[in-house]
């Protein structure tokens, strides 16, 4: 049996409402985030951000080369806020 860590499945609350998450998953040395998203009602808040800083200081720890993801070629607000956070983009389909 392999240890899974429970930080693969994160829910961003605000005052205990779950504003959104994130999904993510080891592949081929790099950590994989698979899904991330944030409800309508938290979109105008820093609940993204926030979800960003999560994800990124938890898994920034030596065991993994690299972080990625895929997102739409239309989602501004996503490629922004991964930018923001010093992700490069090395590939459009």
């Keep these: 049996m392999q240890r899974v860590d429970p930080f ?3 829910i961003l609350t605000v005052d205990g409402v779950a504003g959104g998450g994130l ?15 944030i409800f309508p009602s938290h979109r105008k808040t820093r609940l993204g951000m926030h979800g960003m800083r999560v994800f990124d200081e938890h898994w920034d ?3 993994f080369h690299k972080a990625f993801t ?24």
């Design 8 to 10: 693969h499945v994160i």
């Design 23 to 37: 999904i993510s998953g080891p592949e081929c040395g790099s950590i994989f985030r698979y899904w991330s998203w």
């Design 61 to 63: 720890n030596g065991k």
């Design 70 to 93: 895929f997102v739409r070629p239309e989602n501004e607000v996503a490629l922004a806020l991964l930018r923001r956070y010093g992700y490069e983009q090395s590939a459009l389909t």
